[in-house]
């Protein structure tokens, strides 16, 4: 198997088909909607508050709501009498089992929950699949996190119709160096392994450091790309804003760090410091921008096209020319 990270692939143009890069479609279909981006900020909470989700669903984006300190009924009947789709988080627990009963019973049906658990391929995911397909079955179900194809296989037999790949290559995450499992350094071959035998969209999570990550993630299978870092420092972002020599940076933590948990057990997340980099609409354009760009160097028009371009592994041991036959 090539093992490669976004740092050591290049994709290969093809003759331009477009005028204007503006000709190129950077929307994504995923479940039952269409969106501008195939991007979707992490649901940490130094990523995005309610606020952020409620702009990202009236401005074409897709979110994913993060689920600590929240009341997701609350927030679905709010996102629902403003007349935006909700996507939640849930876990695996008594209270979250309680949340999709609660949902039910008011008639609150999410258009998105996301099962979001650090170990995805495990039995409590698929009894909380089972549970949401019979509570909430209007409801597209996102799980997750995996790292191999037959976690993939599993939760899209489980009921799952999208999956969530990526243990361990965030930023903030130290599952790699405290528990020595994961995709850590190789998210962008495990996410190809995965695709491989995914029947079901996936989303690529962790390890976006450049814009340019996003098109390689569409290139090896990833419907929608989930982003942290990235998209965490910006002015409206609610993360603490922290002033170190006369600069400003937000905070960003790991969802399991002591920050976030409130304990220092099963800890497998630190924070660190994100210098302010503006607005996030301003980030969002630029994304879309550079996007086009990417669709345009693939010679396509949309975004798919990306998946027809050949690559170049640069440096190691699977140095080399990719070429699609
Ligand atoms: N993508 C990634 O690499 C990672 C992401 N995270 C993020 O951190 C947040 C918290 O995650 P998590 O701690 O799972 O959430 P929870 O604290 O809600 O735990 C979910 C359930 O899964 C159990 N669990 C957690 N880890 C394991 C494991 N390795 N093996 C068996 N059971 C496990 C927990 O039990 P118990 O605590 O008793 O074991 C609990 O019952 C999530 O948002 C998650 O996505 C965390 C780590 C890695
Ligand atoms: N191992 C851990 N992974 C975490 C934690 N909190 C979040 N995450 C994952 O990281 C991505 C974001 O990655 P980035 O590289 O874009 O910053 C996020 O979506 C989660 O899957 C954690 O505490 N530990």
């Given at each position: 198997?090539?093992?490669f990270?976004?740092?050591?692939i290049l994709?290969l143009?093809?003759k331009?088909?477009?005028?204007?890069?503006?000709e190129?479609?950077?929307?994504?279909q995923?479940?039952?909607?269409?969106?501008?981006?195939?991007?979707?900020?992490a649901?940490?909470?130094?990523?995005?508050?309610?606020?952020i989700?409620?702009?990202?669903?009236?401005h074409?984006?897709?979110?994913?709501?993060?689920r600590?300190?929240?009341?997701?009924?609350?927030f679905v009947?709010?996102m629902?009498?403003?007349?935006?789709?909700?996507s939640?988080?849930?876990?695996?627990?008594?209270?979250?089992?309680?949340?999709?009963e609660?949902?039910?019973?008011?008639?609150?049906?999410?258009?998105?929950?996301?099962?979001d658990?650090?170990?995805?391929?495990a039995?409590?995911?698929?009894?909380?699949i089972?549970?949401?397909?019979?509570?909430?079955?209007?409801?597209?179900?996102?799980?997750?996190?995996?790292?191999?194809p037959?976690a993939v296989i599993?939760?899209?037999?489980?009921?799952?119709?999208?999956?969530k790949?990526?243990?361990?290559?965030?930023?903030?995450?130290?599952?790699?160096?405290?528990?020595?499992?994961?995709?850590?350094?190789?998210q962008?071959?495990?996410?190809?392994?995965c695709?491989?035998?995914?029947?079901?969209?996936i989303?690529?999570?962790?390890?976006i450091?450049?814009?340019g990550?996003?098109?390689?993630?569409?290139?090896?299978g990833a419907t929608?790309?989930?982003?942290?870092s990235?998209m965490?420092g910006h002015?409206?972002?609610?993360?603490?804003?922290?002033?170190?020599?006369?600069?400003?940076?937000?905070?960003?933590?790991?969802?399991a760090?002591?920050?976030?948990?409130?304990?220092y057990?099963?800890?497998?997340?630190?924070?660190?410091l994100?210098?302010?980099?503006?607005?996030?609409?301003d980030?969002?354009?630029?994304?879309?921008?550079d996007?086009?760009?990417?669709?345009?160097?693939?010679?396509g028009r949309?975004?798919?096209?990306?998946?027809?371009?050949?690559?170049?592994?640069?440096?190691?041991?699977n140095?080399?020319e990719h070429l699609?036959?």
């Amino acid at each position: 198997m090539e093992i490669f990270d976004y740092d050591n692939i290049l994709l290969l143009p093809r003759k331009c088909r477009v005028e204007s890069r503006s000709e190129c479609d950077t929307s994504v279909q995923f479940g039952p909607r269409r969106f501008k981006l195939p991007v979707v900020p992490a649901n940490m909470k130094t990523v995005l508050d309610e606020k952020i989700a409620e702009w990202l669903a009236a401005h074409g984006y897709f979110y994913v709501m993060h689920r600590f300190d929240l009341d997701n009924v609350a927030f679905v009947r709010r996102m629902h009498d403003q007349g935006l789709f909700a996507s939640i988080s849930l876990g695996v627990k008594a209270a979250d089992y309680a949340t999709a009963e609660r949902l039910a019973a008011e008639g609150l049906m999410p258009e998105y929950i996301t099962i979001d658990i650090a170990h995805g391929h495990a039995d409590s995911v698929q009894r909380m699949i089972a549970h949401l397909k019979q509570k909430l079955p209007g409801s597209f179900i996102i799980a997750g996190n995996v790292g191999t194809p037959e976690a993939v296989i599993d939760l899209e037999n489980w009921g799952a119709d999208a999956t969530k790949v990526g243990i361990g290559p965030g930023k903030v995450c130290i599952t790699k160096l405290k528990t020595g499992f994961g995709t850590g350094g190789w998210q962008l071959s495990a996410l190809k392994w995965c695709a491989r035998v995914a029947t079901k969209p996936i989303i690529a999570d962790g390890g976006i450091r450049e814009h340019g990550d996003i098109a390689k993630s569409i290139r090896f299978g990833a419907t929608m790309v989930m982003i942290g870092s990235l998209m965490a420092g910006h002015e409206e972002s609610p993360g603490q804003t922290v002033e170190v020599d006369g600069r400003l940076y937000k905070e960003y933590y790991g969802s399991a760090s002591d920050f976030n948990k409130g304990e220092y057990k099963h800890v497998e997340g630190k924070r660190i410091l994100e210098p302010i980099k503006g607005k996030l609409a301003d980030t969002l354009r630029e994304m879309q921008e550079d996007l086009q760009s990417s669709i345009s160097y693939a010679g396509g028009r949309q975004l798919m096209d990306i998946r027809k371009v050949n690559y170049v592994i640069l440096g190691g041991d699977n140095a080399g020319e990719h070429l699609l036959m």
